[in-house]
Antibody, heavy 119, light 107 residues
Framework: EVQMVESGGGLVQPGGSLRLSCAAS????????MSWVRQAPGKGLEWVAN????????YYVDSVKGRFTISRDNAKNSLYLQMNSLGAEDTAVYYC????????????WGQGTLVAVSS | DIQMTQSPSTLSASVGDRVTITCRAS??????LAWYQQKPGKAPKLLIY???SLESGVPSRFSGSGSGTEFTLTISSLQPDDFATYYC?????????FGQGTEVEIK
């Protein structure tokens, strides 16, 4: 069974940093693109970043470029999101998602982890 | 950036109704479109990929059609489990973008 479990969310002050992790199981992790997608409270879905199978290709939404870094460790079946210079606009549930047949549809999702940016 | 616009934003329907949700792209995305279902407090679930391909395990009452800039998600006979919010998503180009969502509520 495909499973992704996110961790690392929590309350952080504006300007602070947080590192999210996603532990994957039930599939060959190194064979799939992986993404982070977020959802602000009561709002819609927003793609944040994705990374290709070997970690050499990374893409970001403009609003997080230069502040967030996506990475992966295929030996540990894990995906990460390093988030720096956090602002209130980054408050959201962050989902880890596995690609489907192509790089960029989201066939499997974790349960999400909440990041709240507030003083 | 490619903007995705869904209509309607809210849809009231009864069990057994045929329901259609429309998604329009601000420029052509070929068939690079997916549909998701999300229930409150839960992660989204992939229903349709590449505009019309049904994801494994998804009931056949769900179907997708369209190409270019106009797409539809149809539920042929609405079931109690289908009351949820539906999102379209384009993956033709970066940044990947979602529609604003369509809430299907009980009439």
């Amino acid at each position: 069974e495909v499973q992704m479990v996110e961790s690392g969310g929590g309350l952080v002050q504006p300007g602070g940093s947080l590192r999210l992790s996603c532990a994957a199981s039930g599939f060959t992790f190194s064979s799939n693109w992986m993404s982070w997608v977020r959802q602000a409270p009561g709002k819609g879905l927003e793609w944040v970043a994705n990374i290709n199978q070997d970690g050499g290709g990374k893409y970001y939404v403009d609003s997080v470029k230069g502040r967030f870094t996506i990475s992966r460790d295929n030996a540990k079946n894990s995906l990460y999101l390093q988030m720096n210079s956090l602002g209130a606009e980054d408050t959201a549930v962050y989902y880890c998602a596995r690609s489907g047949i192509t790089c960029c549809d989201f066939a499997y999702w974790g349960q999400g982890t909440l990041v709240a940016v507030s003083s | 950036d490619i903007q995705m616009t869904q209509s309607p934003s809210t849809l009231s329907a009864s069990v057994g109704d045929r329901v259609t949700i429309t998604c329009r792209a601000s420029q052509s995305i070929s068939s690079w479109l997916a549909w998701y279902q999300q229930k409150p407090g839960k992660a989204p679930k992939l229903l349709i990929y590449k505009a019309s391909s049904l994801e494994s395990g998804v009931p056949s009452r769900f179907s997708g059609s369209g190409s270019g800039t106009e797409f539809t998600l149809t539920i042929s006979s609405l079931q109690p489990d289908d009351f949820a919010t539906y999102y379209c998503q384009q993956y033709n180009s970066y940044p990947l973008t979602f529609g604003q969502g369509t809430e299907v509520e009980i009439k």
